[in-house]
């Protein structure tokens, strides 16, 4: 008997390569798409209308009826869709209120089912999540703190959306945080956003290849009951754990550029405050769904240079000491692009933008030091994998966790348990919490110890960091070897204004 799959953001790169992978096995599948309807969508499915084995909602994630026509009969929902970077940063109210709404949309259509408990939902976090993770801290896993960059809106909203999914009730929801994706267009990205990279920052890429097959297998019958509720990362695995100088020296040799030190200059990245990570865990998700294709980074780079057009790769066919000069040539217009207005770096440098520097760089000094490349280091950092203390005995199996283990989770964080009972080994039943901070909040000890949150209250937290480090262990493992002990990061209220209500 067939499945029937409800899909969302079949429209953008992950969802559409998602949708073509459940196409192909669509003797197996049902499809329902939820497209908004444009012009743009209409023409890009055209090919498929018609086909019995697809169903287009033409519709708004934001409106309920939409959504549940969806979600109406299905047996999977894939929710891939939402607002995401750039326009998320340029518009981060709409950002926020889309992705939250989304999914409190679809937990409720889900519930609206005759039997919710049939219905398994696949929601798409991502790596903002748990944000700047520069060297030395640059190995990451599940259940990290949640540590949001600054001015990361749709950070924000991911993580709100997911905390709607761990804590909706559902018996089978799974949330798989994406990295950053490599596809084909990624070659023609000219966004100001494309500086707001630490050059030793880390990466651990997952190609849109992997990230439709994901999509498809995790669909099969063969994945696992234990699967479910959980959190994971998505990866592509150690062959795309790069550091984001190697990630431009693959992109522009794709192209036949020569090294990005004649492209750019070392001033116009960012030095801190921007999402990365190498997954400690992310083999894990492989190990269960099996999705990775493995192909070698090189090659891969090289055949997404193959399907842009012929004109990106002009370079190619011309000797190295061209490539140079039409470096050379082009850099001016790079340099446009980081000074462009409101997101561009330069910008922000030439206006003293004090909270901008202060967020990505850390301090004027610190900019007036970076001239050029031969006053930066390039650094690869070490492999040899470190975890953070998530503040519980993690040898001991999950049916044995009990309040007293809660008790240690809530202290490492600063805070209180103020629950007196805990089942054994439950950890879908919210306790009671209380913050450093004095707040107290209801939360799932999975969402807890598996997911890395903690007190709604206070997200976002990325404006007052520095106190939190000092009232929270936990978090202090992610903040102070990236920060100063003594800093003091200060930030205007206007720039989270209105969001922390929405």
């Excluded at 809106?153 to 929801?173: Q, R």
């Excluded at 990866?235 to 020296?249: A, C, D, L, M, P």
Aim: proline residues 5%; glycine residues 6%.
């Amino acid at each position: 008997m067939k499945k029937t799959v409800a899909l969302t953001g079949a429209s953008g790169n992950m969802g559409f390569q998602g949708f073509k992978e459940l196409y192909r096995f669509r003797d197996k599948y049902n499809i329902v798409l939820l497209l908004r309807d444009s012009e743009k969508n209409r023409k890009k499915f055209q090919p498929y209308i018609g086909d019995p084995a697809l169903k287009i909602v033409w519709g708004d994630l934001t409106k309920f009826d939409d959504v549940k026509a969806m979600v109406d009969g299905a047996d999977y929902v894939l929710h891939v869709g939402g607002m995401v970077s750039p326009a998320a940063d340029y518009y981060p109210k709409r950002t926020l209120k889309t992705n939250v709404t989304a999914a409190e949309n679809i937990v409720n259509a889900i519930k609206a089912q005759e039997d919710p408990d049939k219905v398994k939902v696949v929601y798409i976090g991502t790596v903002a999540e748990t944000g700047d993770r520069n060297p030395p801290i640059h190995w990451a896993r599940t259940g990290d703190p949640i540590k949001i960059s600054i001015y990361d809106h749709y950070a924000i909203s991911k993580v709100k959306a997911e905390a709607v999914f761990a804590e909706s009730g559902l018996k089978y929801w799974v949330s798989l945080r994406q990295s950053g994706i490599l596809y084909p267009a990624i070659l023609k990205n000219m966004d100001p956003i494309m500086f707001h990279v630490p050059i030793n920052g880390v990466l651990e890429w997952a190609t849109v290849e992997d990230s439709g097959r994901l999509l498809e297998k995790v669909c099969r019958d063969d994945v696992p009951e234990d699967f479910w509720r959980k959190f994971y990362n998505i990866g592509s695995g150690k062959e795309y754990r790069i550091t984001n100088f190697e990630f431009e020296e693959l992109l522009l040799g794709a192209l036949g550029l020569p090294s990005p030190k004649l492209l750019f200059d070392a001033e116009w990245f960012i030095l801190r405050n921007f999402h990365g990570q190498w997954y400690a865990d992310s083999d894990k998700l492989d190990d269960i769904i099996h999705f990775r294709a493995n192909v070698p980074i090189q090659k891969y780079f090289d055949d997404m240079a193959k399907s842009v057009p012929a004109y990106y790769r002009t370079c190619k066919a011309l000797p190295k000491s061209m490539g140079s000069l039409v470096a050379k040539a082009a850099k001016p217009f790079m340099k446009k692009i980081a000074s462009a207005e409101t997101y561009g770096t330069l910008n922000w440098k030439a206006t003293y933008n004090k909270d901008r520097i202060t967020a990505y760089f850390g301090s004027l000094d610190a900019v007036k030091k970076m001239k050029s490349w031969a006053d930066f280091e390039i650094q690869r950092p070490t492999e040899e994998i470190t975890l953070l203390d998530h503040g519980y005995d993690e040898t001991k199996p999950v049916e044995e966790l009990d309040i007293n283990d809660m008790k240690k989770v809530a202290e490492f964080r600063g805070g209180k348990l103020l629950s007196k009972k805990m089942k054994k080994g439950d950890l879908y039943t919210p306790l009671e919490w209380e913050s450093a901070r004095g707040n107290v909040f209801m939360m799932t000890p999975n969402l807890v110890i598996r997911g890395g949150h903690w007190c709604p209250e206070e997200l976002p937290w990325p404006w007052d960091y520095d106190k939190e480090a000092k009232i929270n262990p936990f978090f202090a493992q992610v903040w102070y070897p990236l920060h100063d002990e003594n800093e003091d990061n200060f930030y205007d209220e206007s720039i989270f204004k209105g969001f922390k209500d929405m």
